[in-house]
């Protein structure tokens, strides 16, 4: 079975602190994914990486950067949180090259920022 | 560009009634077709997909979906519905060939009342 994980499901943030959402997947996937959820906008594509140390923005890259230094792992990074940020972060991964391009998620992360 | 179109945010059904949720896609070449299920505080998980050949897809938890080219759509469909059916469903697309990102629909609640 394919497993993403998540390093948080829960996460509770003051504004302006640096904020790290890790994502870890087992199934040496290349294409990893960061999104973002909210009611009534579904989601939202923030990052895509296709390699280590390769990454594309999404729709709305504002605010976020992210790191792959490892192919297994994915991070999305807050560099000074603010309370727009407060969301639901999904992460996905899928196999480069392979179509269909189906995505396997994470359980997701609500984070709060206060 | 593909777009793809959820006609209904929400749906509320009775137990044991049937289900349609709705799903319209806009593209210029062929699609793949992806329905996903968030269960609550969860991540995403493939309902079922759309490649090619019958227009008739089957999936866990007894959905099924129709791929009409003509009228661009892909309704799912579940003859009787549970309570456990309660979550958000999301409509996806990819290309062929494409940059091997899935387009989402917004998702469409489903409440399946006792």
């Known amino acids: 079975d394919v497993k993403v994980t998540q390093s948080s499901r829960y996460l509770v943030k003051r504004t302006g602190e640096k904020v790290f959402l890790e994502c870890v997947q087992d199934?040496?996937?290349?294409?990893m994914f960061w999104y973002r959820q909210d009611p009534g906008l579904g989601l939202r594509l923030i990052y895509f990486?296709?390699?280590?140390?390769?990454?594309e923005k999404g729709d709305i890259p504002e605010g976020y950067s992210v790191s792959r230094e490892k192919k297994e792992r994915f991070s999305l990074i807050l560099e000074s949180a603010s309370t727009n940020q407060t969301s639901m972060y999904l992460c996905?991964?899928?196999?480069?090259?392979?179509?269909?391009?189906?995505?396997?998620f994470g359980p997701g992360t609500r984070l709060t920022v206060t | 560009a593909q777009s793809v179109t959820q006609l209904d945010s929400q749906v509320p059904v009775f137990e044991e009634a049937p289900v349609e949720l709705r799903c319209n896609y806009s593209s210029s070449v062929s699609v793949y077709l992806f329905w996903y299920v968030q269960y609550p505080n969860q991540g995403l998980q493939l309902l079922l997909k759309y490649l090619s050949g019958s227009t008739l897809v089957k999936g866990i938890n007894g959905f099924e979906a129709e791929f009409n080219k003509s009228q661009t759509s892909f309704h799912l469909r579940k003859p009787s519905v549970h309570i456990s059916d309660t979550a958000e469903y999301f409509c996806a697309v990819s290309v062929p060939g494409g940059s091997e990102k899935l387009v989402f629909g917004k998702g469409t609640k489903l409440t399946v009342n006792p």
């Open positions: 996905a991964s899928s196999f480069y090259g392979r179509a269909p391009y189906e995505q396997y």
């Open positions: 199934m040496d996937h290349e294409n």
């Open positions: 990486s296709y390699d280590v140390k390769m990454k």
